[in-house]
C-alpha cells in the first residue's frame, strides 16, 4: 500500500511529496516517538521518548532498564492503536544505544522486529 507521507519530507523522483508503504510508514511513527524528546513538541509535550538524551546519560544495566521502561511506555501511550508491542530490549553499544521494539501492526496483524540505533543513520 502506498499513499502515505514518508518521513522526513522528501520529493519522489516524479517532484511529488515522496510516499510509503503502511510497515515502513508505522517504522516511521515508532521512530518520531523514539526520537522525539519530551517537551519538544509545544502542544504535545508529554509526545516523545527522548531516546537521543538517553545517550549521555550513565550506561550500566540501570540506564538500559529505564530506557526500555521509556520506550514501552511512550509506545504504548502514542501507537496504541497502530501497533501492539511484543517486547523491548535496550542494548549500549559504544556511544549508541540500540533499541530492538517486537511488535504487531493491528491493521494488518503482521509480526515486525525492528531496530533503532542513536544516532540515527549509523547501522547497528
Known sequence: MSGMLDFPWAVDGTGRTATTGRDEHVRDLIEQVLLTSPGERVMRPEFGAGLLAQVFAPGG????????????????????????IE??????????????????????????VQTFRTPPGVSP
Open 61 to 84: 544495566p540501570e540506564a538500559a532498564a529505564a530506557s526500555q521502561f521509556l520506550i514501552q511506555a511512550s509506545l504504548e501511550r502514542e501507537l496504541a492503536n497502530v501497533i501492539a
Open 87 to 112: 517486547s523491548v530490549e535496550v542494548e549500549a553499544q559504544d556511544a549508541a544505544l540500540v533499541a530492538t521494539i517486537a511488535y504487531v501492526v493491528r491493521a494488518t496483524g503482521s509480526h515486525e
